[in-house]
């Protein structure tokens, strides 16, 4: 079955600065990779989702890259804010949709002021 | 109000005492998923319905059951729980597309489970 690496699994970083977060699939038939983000005690939230056909999508300050020949897809977050502090996970499906997501393990993001 | 609802929020037992955690959605979605949440493992998908008396495995089925006899509802079931089912369980839903693809899954606000 698809299994998704997700890194790193903490990234800390300053007010403004980029934060990248990384994952990488086995299953070459997965074709939608959408990312969540979960602030601390509350449900996880869609940020952004793309799909194969895609190689980039972006909103506002959020944008995720995908490579299919090497089977990795990134999250870039611009000019970070102390409210972006998170834990963030990507996902990736097989299905078209997002019927039977398999999740990385997340990335605990922390925005210094 | 738009929203899943699940319940209860919060939930002590003990091994071997049947329980089920009520999910339920008002947004007359087709799609419903039950996840689990655990340290360093991120969310795992136990069940998923893609409508009424469809269900099919996720990738943690075992020790759980669920059933989908109306649209709204999407009970958790742990007949004989443990305590490694002690986590973090969380209902999702989504409208499907006209294509027959799901997106955007709304989670609900999660059940903190401890089995003792």
């Known amino acids: 079955g698809e299994n998704v690496e997700q890194h790193p699994s903490t990234l800390s970083v300053q007010e403004g600065d980029s934060a990248v977060i990384k994952c990488t699939y086995s299953?070459?038939?997965?074709?939608?990779f959408p990312w969540y983000k979960q602030e601390l005690g509350k449900r996880p939230q869609l940020i952004i989702d793309?799909?194969?056909?895609?190689g980039e999508k972006k909103d506002q300050r959020i944008a995720v890259t995908l490579n299919k020949t090497a089977k990795h897809f990134s999250l870039h977050i611009t000019e970070t804010q102390p409210e972006d502090s998170a834990v963030y996970f990507c996902?990736?499906?097989?299905?078209?949709?997002?019927?039977?997501?398999?999740f990385g393990k997340g990335t605990k993001l922390t925005v210094n002021p | 109000e738009a929203q899943v609802t699940q319940n209860p929020r919060y939930l002590i037992t003990v091994t071997g005492k049947k329980l089920t955690v009520t999910c339920s959605q008002n947004?007359?979605?087709?799609?419903m998923s039950w996840y689990r949440q655990d340290p360093g493992l991120g969310l795992r998908q136990i069940y998923y319905?893609?409508?009424?008396?469809?269900?099919d495995k996720g990738d943690v089925p075992e020790g759980y059951k669920v059933s989908r006899k109306e649209k709204r509802n999407f009970p958790l079931i742990l007949e004989s729980p443990s305590p490694n089912q002690t986590s973090l369980y969380f209902c999702?839903?989504?409208?499907?597309?006209?294509?027959?693809?799901?997106?955007?899954?709304?989670f609900g606000p999660g059940t903190r489970l401890l089995v003792l």
């Open positions: 947004m007359n979605h087709e799609y």
């Open positions: 999702a839903s989504s409208p499907t597309w006209v294509s027959g693809v799901i997106e955007t899954q709304y």
């Open positions: 793309i799909r194969s056909n895609v």
């Open positions: 319905s893609m409508n009424v008396e469809v269900t």
């Open positions: 996902a990736a499906s097989t299905q078209g949709g997002s019927e039977k997501l398999v």
């Open positions: 299953d070459s038939a997965s074709n939608y």
